[in-house]
């Protein structure tokens, strides 16, 4: 599986931005997709997580301003971030973990820049 990352940028703080994770076929199998972040001189981090069930997970850090969710017939996972701060600056990766190979493939990460 190729994971395509996209929709990064330049924003200003307040602002929204929306990432998509578009894989290269459909994903049959029982699977976690989530979205990472890595800043500079830090380790990467989980950001949110959806299973193919449709459950969520979320950091602390995102709760309540950032939204997963995935739409199986595009194949694609989306990040909706709202009420972005500096502290979100980061290149984000996505993933998808597939149970029955215990395989993990990842994206190129896409920069997210927030500041004034």
């Known amino acids: 599986v190729q994971l395509q990352a996209s929709g990064g940028g330049l924003v200003q703080p307040g602002g929204s931005l929306r990432l998509s994770c578009a894989a290269s076929r459909t994903i049959n199998s029982i699977n976690i997709m989530g979205w990472y972040r890595q800043a500079p001189g830090k380790q990467r981090e989980l950001v949110a997580t959806?299973?193919?069930?449709?459950?969520?997970n979320y950091a602390d850090s995102v709760k309540g301003r950032f939204t997963i969710s995935r739409d199986s017939a595009k194949n694609t996972m989306y990040l909706q971030m709202n009420g972005l701060k500096p502290e979100d600056t980061a290149v984000y990766y996505c993933?998808?973990?597939?149970?029955?190979?215990?395989?993990?493939?990842w994206g190129q990460g896409t920069q997210v820049t927030v500041s004034s």
């Open positions: 993933n998808v973990y597939l149970f029955e190979h215990e395989l993990t493939f």
């Open positions: 959806i299973s193919s069930g449709g459950g969520t």
